[in-house]
């Protein structure tokens, strides 16, 4: 039974789907070129919630299971990550610290857009290229947010071009954890149920494993400190 009253037609091209944790008639969808869509009546209805997303190509949505009213949002086009403390109704940026790809090629006139690289990126060769170009691909894509079930302060999210991203406060700043990740083009994150294991699908090579995740947060407490003026 289609659910999609509300979703307008030609636009219900579906990135992801977030489902509340203790009450499954809240959901949440990315909808690919029209942002966000919430229903609170199992799917009968869906109104948008966009209000102060700077970008409508929604990727990968993630709930915090220990706070519902908190919700993340990744996109595809290089704006990065996107927060909400109240359920979805308003969103703020929450990228300090990612570096945000956007190649040269791409820019208006030659000129730089700020806050974006305007270094040209190596060239990934994907097996499915269309995928990829239908994700916003060159741009930096946001394609999984995963949110340690132990510790919600602590964030993790995939970026096709740049690798993994750890937050070890709630997304106010990200640092990149990619020691020993030989394919940047990270597709997918999975988490442990204990928070101590992280898994990252990539394109190409596969499955990558980060563990024991206790001891390397302990050690990533300082590292902004020690590393601030680095490139992580």
């Not at 994700?135 to 946001?142: C, E």
Request: glycine share 12%.
């Amino acid at each position: 039974m289609q659910v999609n009253n509300g979703i307008p037609d030609g636009y219900r091209h579906i990135f992801d789907v977030a489902v509340h944790p203790s009450n499954p008639d809240i959901v949440y969808v990315a909808v690919r070129g029209r942002g966000i869509y919430k229903t609170v009546d199992g799917g009968q209805t869906w109104e948008e919630r966009n209000n102060g997303l700077l970008s409508l190509n929604i990727s990968t949505l993630a709930i915090d299971p220990n706070n519902p009213e908190v919700i993340y949002a990744g996109t595809i086009d290089g704006a990065g990550v996107f927060k909400s403390v109240n359920g979805g109704e308003t969103w703020s940026p929450a990228m300090q610290g990612m570096e945000l790809v956007c190649p040269s090629f791409l820019q208006p006139l030659g000129r730089g857009v700020e806050g974006f690289s305007l270094e040209q990126p190596d060239m990934l060769v994907f097996r499915n290229l269309s995928h990829f170009y239908a994700l916003g691909w060159p741009w930096s894509t946001i394609t999984d947010i995963v949110i340690d079930p132990t510790d919600s302060q602590v964030i993790y999210a995939a970026d096709i071009m740049n690798g993994v991203y750890q937050s070890i406060n709630g997304g106010l700043s990200w640092f990149r954890i990619n020691e020993g990740l030989t394919m940047k083009a990270a597709t997918s994150l999975a988490i442990s149920s204990d928070g101590k294991v992280l898994y990252a699908g990539t394109e190409g090579r596969g499955v990558f494993r980060l563990g024991t995740l206790e001891e390397y947060r302990r050690y990533t407490l300082y590292l902004p400190l020690l590393c601030k003026d680095s490139t992580y």
